[in-house]
């Protein structure tokens, strides 16, 4: 039982850079989401998707890309990496109409 | 538009005291309210929820919270800490906002238990 997992669990990259973290689900739950973790400000929406080839933005989506080719795939690319894009991403996944999501384990993403 | 306030960035508790994290939400709408506990070095697990019905909820590890709508609160507590339960708690406030249910987040609780 896999669940829900993230990779590479930790990196580190150069402004300018682009940077693309995976989010991978077992449950072939509908939504996924992606969320950032700052200190002092909890967590904050990136993007989130319903299904296959539909996505749309959450509070914070400047400066990310995402795509759903796959429902159990949800990828998160940075274009061009800043310094402020160091943080901590987290992925969720939750089921149609239910109101609960289900965290991967994060990847600590370090923009030098 | 709605939004979670944490009273508290950081609690310190003695082993076997009572663990009470503040929550205060504000809604336009009926809330979902959850609270989600991190561990070090890990994603968030679901403490417990509240969506309707009855307003005290039990949760996993003896953790319970009340919905008080006069209030607008949302507390969480434990009658006896364990020093497992050191871990940051965030409360969030379940909302639609087009095809998905979205949660906002408060900004953390770290909780200490003192031996």
């Known amino acids: 039982d896999a669940g829900i997992t993230q990779s590479p669990r930790y990196k580190i990259t150069e402004t300018g850079r682009q940077v693309t973290l995976m989010c991978h689900q077992t449950?072939?739950?509908?939504?996924m989401f992606w969320y950032r973790q700052d200190l002092g400000h909890g967590l904050r929406l990136i993007y989130y998707s319903a299904a296959a080839d539909i996505t749309d933005k959450g509070e914070v989506p400047d400066g990310y890309v995402v795509s759903r080719s796959k429902t159990e795939n949800f990828p998160l690319t940075l274009e061009s990496a800043t310094r402020s894009q160091t943080s901590v991403y987290f992925c969720a996944s939750s089921e149609l109409r239910s109101d609960t999501q289900y965290f991967g384990p994060g990847t600590r993403l370090t923009v030098l | 538009a709605q939004s979670v306030t944490q009273l508290g960035s950081h609690v310190s508790v003695s082993e076997g005291a009572l663990v009470l994290l503040r929550c205060n939400y504000s809604s336009s709408v009926p809330p979902y309210l959850f609270w989600y506990v991190q561990y070090p070095n890990q994603g968030l697990q679901l403490l417990l929820k509240y969506t309707t019905g009855a307003t005290l909820v039990k949760g996993i590890n003896g953790f319970e919270a009340e919905f008080k709508k006069s209030e607008t609160s949302f507390h969480l507590t434990k009658p006896s800490a364990h020093m497992s339960d050191a871990a940051e708690y965030f409360c969030?406030?379940?909302?639609?906002?087009?095809?998905?249910?979205?949660?906002?987040f408060g900004s953390g609780t770290q909780l200490t238990v003192l031996p």
């Open positions: 449950w072939s739950h509908s939504y």
């Open positions: 969030a406030v379940s909302f639609r906002s087009g095809s998905a249910r979205q949660l906002t």
